[in-house]
């Protein structure tokens, strides 16, 4: 069985395999938030009947589990002040919700402080953030 549908314009595929394949953290689905008022009504929707987890994961009431996480996540990260992304890593390993202010309260500064990147520097930090992610082990549950 299958399924195609649309999110955001993207055609997507969905296939059943059987209920002998259960969902695992191996998949998510990735969600970039703009601001805190999405991060906040999407978590609430998708926790509900689920399970929440840290580093802005959670599972939603079928299992699927979801990131849920700021753009401006990815920017802190990324901070060319080794001290600061590094203030930002230990807040975001202590939260299960991500929280805009409270990361942004860890380098010292405020929405308005922070330049916007291109999206071609926002992916080259993406993929240094991602060769790194043995970080984010404390994150994942594993069952």
Same mark, same amino acid.
């Given at each position: 069985?299958?399924?195609? !549908?649309?999110?955001?314009?993207?055609?997507?595929?969905?296939? /059943?395999?059987?209920? &002998?394949?259960?969902?695992? &953290?191996?998949?998510?689905? !990735?969600? %970039?938030?703009?601001?805190?008022?999405?991060? %906040?009504?999407?978590?609430? *929707?998708?926790?509900? @009947?689920?399970?929440?987890?840290? #580093?802005?994961?959670?599972? %939603?009431?079928?299992?699927?589990?979801?990131?849920?996480?700021?753009?401006?996540?990815?920017?802190?990260? @990324?901070?060319? %002040?080794? $001290?600061?992304?590094? *203030?930002?890593?230990?807040?975001?390993?202590?939260?299960?919700?991500?929280?805009?202010?409270?990361?942004?309260?860890?380098?010292? @500064? /405020?929405?308005?402080?922070?330049?916007?990147?291109?999206?071609?520097?926002?992916?080259?930090? !993406? !993929?240094?953030?991602? *060769? /790194?992610?043995?970080?984010? $082990?404390? #994150?994942? &549950?594993?069952?």
């Amino acid at each position: 069985m299958s399924a195609t !549908f649309r999110i955001g314009g993207q055609k997507l595929i969905a296939f /059943n395999g059987g209920p &002998h394949f259960k969902f695992t &953290h191996a998949i998510s689905m !990735f969600v %970039d938030c703009k601001t805190q008022r999405e991060v %906040d009504r999407l978590w609430a *929707r998708l926790s509900k @009947g689920g399970e929440k987890s840290r #580093c802005g994961w959670l599972k %939603d009431k079928f299992g699927l589990s979801w990131q849920i996480i700021p753009s401006i996540l990815g920017e802190l990260l @990324g901070d060319e %002040d080794p $001290e600061k992304s590094g *203030r930002v890593m230990q807040a975001m390993l202590q939260m299960e919700k991500i929280d805009i202010k409270k990361l942004k309260r860890r380098t010292g @500064g /405020n929405e308005a402080g922070v330049r916007p990147r291109s999206e071609l520097e926002s992916l080259m930090k !993406f !993929f240094l953030i991602a *060769r /790194n992610l043995f970080i984010l $082990e404390p #994150c994942i &549950h594993r069952p």
